[in-house]
């Protein structure tokens, strides 16, 4: 090194000369000095060089041939390591060179175009930078058209600088997709790419985007169209996924149909063969992960992805990734466990997606090699990322019904899933939550072993969480916990849930939890025994009934208010617990005023009510037909045959038929 630095000492000296000549002259050595090495470009860098270039840069009398010596070298040094990048970002590189693109001076302007490209593309770029002074995407964008080098600088900045709603919405409101459109019909790789590149960015998850994106053109030529084009076999597998990557995304965000042929025929096989053993992992990974979300909310394309070139097996090679295996070399080793990592959650991320809809989709991924015992695994020692794509998928298989008898069983899958349930991120917690609520189904036999592991506790408190996914997914598995269970099992739900508590959930803002919340209690009341309903009530029926009222007064949809009539109509098919009814007077005016309501199916669920309140088989009942005739409740059930619900005069029949 101190060999290196007295070689460069003469032109270093000439740099801080006051002659712009002899400076001129040393940025030229220095430049060539520092191509391709970044040894130099560290010596360059202690030698304190950087702030030199900046003063040239910053000095009103330099010459623009100077200026444009130190914005080369700058670029140069940027195109070193991130210590490097880190360096020049420190020392405001990035806000001079966004000043300098104001120059007359083309080959300036280029030069700092270039410096820009390269801070702005590393993993530590300033993004925000060019959105913080609102004159300079517009410029930008003025100056993208006039050479090869500013279509391509430019392009790329915008590609890497594209990452929020609000980026995506000054670009578009400044022309970015009239102006990026006729470089996606160039014949010029390093122009083509990093403008699909920034529409694609432009487009994920912004339907007002994508739809001017699909709607724009250039020369007679939808942009749609030419992003198709980019998906031809004869073009680099980068802009083949891209353009899929871009479709996907236009796909997703409503501007095309999942039933186009470019989206079934060009962009999904695509994404399919990206996948294929023979492609690289990086190529591999990006395939299934963006192929997954393709397919996310689509059945069809679920299906046709399937059914697609073996991609089952295709995937199940993701889990068995390795590559270096005898080697010492720790970063490669290293980078092999990174790969590994990613091919695995790729790999859980599609078949999450493509096992969502189809029983015979899902059997064919269950049936795979050794793909359970990887998921438990991954469940159980996996990453964060890896066990989030573990645990989507596992939600998607736990929809088979015959799988949670088998499979899940089998593997005791339960275990691992509930262990996730304790300090878990946020994520994974609503994704384990989910799946939690199928394993908990009346058929499955995972139920009663996590019933005895403490699930209503920690359920319970789930329903206290702010995020409301948490608070669905735990007052549902609640639900399912409920249905059928044993009246310990019921009081045990609801002495952990509270009063409270139950009411803060029947007025939640998501709808959502009110109607599971409504489904808890149908179900904590259901018939599978008298006794249970008349406990339950016994213990808690004035709460419920509170509950209830609150409901049928509230501003609520008519089929909230169907499920508090449903439980009601169980309430009423209690021995004791009718008495909750029929001493309220309220309440017996509110199921008769619903039995003439404009919706059927609330007309329904009353009069199955009443049907149960003066059912002929239970004590009592001949005191409280007579209540009840004498609240009107005949007259309007023989007025209700006149309905032409099949259902309701089916009801309404029963109901009258119990009159003595």
């Not at 470009?41 to 202690?46: A, F, P, Q, T």
């Not at 006729?182 to 790419?193: A, E, F, G, I, R």
């Not at 299934?288 to 679920?302: K, R, V």
């Amino acid at each position: 090194m101190h060999m290196e630095v007295e070689s460069n000492q003469c032109y270093i000296n000439q740099l801080f000369s006051q002659d712009q000549v002899l400076s001129f002259e040393a940025l030229v050595q220095l430049k060539n000095s520092v191509i391709g090495s970044n040894k130099q470009k560290s010596n360059v860098i202690i030698m304190g060089i950087v702030p030199r270039l900046m003063q040239l840069l910053l000095d009103g009398h330099t010459s623009v041939e100077l200026l444009t010596e130190a914005a080369v070298v700058l670029g140069s040094l940027a195109k070193g390591s991130t210590v490097h990048i880190a360096c020049l970002i420190d020392s405001d590189v990035p806000p001079v060179m966004i000043k300098g693109l104001a120059h007359p001076n083309q080959q300036f302007v280029e030069a700092c175009l270039r410096c820009l490209r390269s801070v702005l593309m590393s993993p530590i770029a300033p993004v925000t930078l060019i959105y913080q002074d609102e004159t300079v995407i517009p410029h930008l964008i003025h100056l993208l058209p006039r050479s090869f080098t500013t279509q391509e600088t430019i392009a790329n900045i915008l590609a890497h600088c594209c990452r929020t709603m609000e980026h995506q919405m000054t670009l578009c409101s400044n022309g970015a997709i009239q102006a990026l459109a006729p470089l996606l019909q160039t014949n010029n790789y390093k122009v083509q790419m990093p403008a699909l590149k920034c529409c694609t960015a432009m487009c994920y998850q912004n339907p007002h985007v994508s739809l001017l994106v699909a709607e724009a053109s250039f020369d007679g030529r939808y942009v749609s169209d030419s992003i198709v084009s980019l998906l031809s076999r004869d073009k680099p597998l980068e802009m083949q996924i891209a353009a899929a990557k871009c479709l996907t995304y236009m796909c997703r965000a409503g501007s095309v149909s999942p039933k186009e042929p470019c989206v079934v025929y060009k962009a999904l096989p695509c994404l399919v063969c990206m996948c294929k053993k023979d492609k690289d992992p990086t190529t591999r990974i990006e395939g299934a992960e963006t192929l997954a979300y393709l397919t996310e909310g689509d059945a069809e394309l679920q299906r046709t992805a399937a059914a697609s070139d073996h991609l089952i097996s295709m995937l199940a090679e993701y889990l068995k990734y390795s590559h270096y295996r005898n080697t010492a070399d720790v970063k490669k080793l290293e980078e092999n466990e990174r790969i590994r990592k990613d091919m695995v959650y790729a790999a859980f991320l599609a078949y999450a997606s493509i096992s969502a809809n189809d029983e015979d989709i899902r059997k064919k991924i269950i049936e795979t090699e050794g793909l359970m015992d990887t998921l438990v695994t991954c469940l159980a020692n996996g990453s964060m990322k890896v066990c989030l794509a573990s645990v989507r998928c596992l939600h998607s298989l736990s929809r088979s019904v015959q799988q949670l008898r088998t499979s899940f069983q089998d593997h005791s899958v339960w275990k691992p899933l509930m262990k996730l349930l304790y300090n878990s991120p946020e994520d994974i917690l609503t994704a384990a939550s989910s799946t939690l609520c199928n394993l908990l189904l009346e058929f499955s036999p995972s139920k009663e072993p996590i019933m005895e592991s403490g699930a209503v506790e920690m359920l319970c408190s789930l329903t206290r969480r702010d995020n409301p996914a948490l608070r669905l997914n735990g007052i549902w598995a609640l639900m399912n916990m409920a249905f059928q269970a044993e009246q310990k099992v019921k009081s045990s739900i609801l002495v952990a849930l509270g009063t409270d508590q139950l009411f803060r959930l029947l007025a939640d803002p998501d709808v959502n939890v009110l109607m599971k919340t409504l489904g808890l209690l149908r179900n904590l009341l259901t018939t599978k025994s008298v006794g249970h309903i008349d406990f339950i009530m016994g213990v808690h029926g004035k709460q419920i009934m509170q509950a209830i009222i609150l409901i049928l007064e509230g501003d609520h949809s008519p089929e909230v208010k169907e499920q508090a009539l449903c439980i009601l109509a169980n309430v009423a098919d209690g021995d004791a617990a009718k008495e909750f009814i029929m001493s309220n007077e309220d309440v017996l005016k509110k199921i008769t005023s619903y039995m003439v309501h404009s919706n059927v199916k609330l007309q329904i669920a009353a009069t199955f009510c009443i049907s149960n309140l003066i059912w002929n088989e239970k004590e009592g009942a001949y005191e409280r037909q007579l209540r009840l005739k004498e609240l009107g409740v005949q007259k309007l059930l023989q007025q209700l045959l006149g309905t032409s619900d099949p259902v309701l005069f089916d009801k309404v029949k029963k109901a009258l038929q119990q009159f003595s």
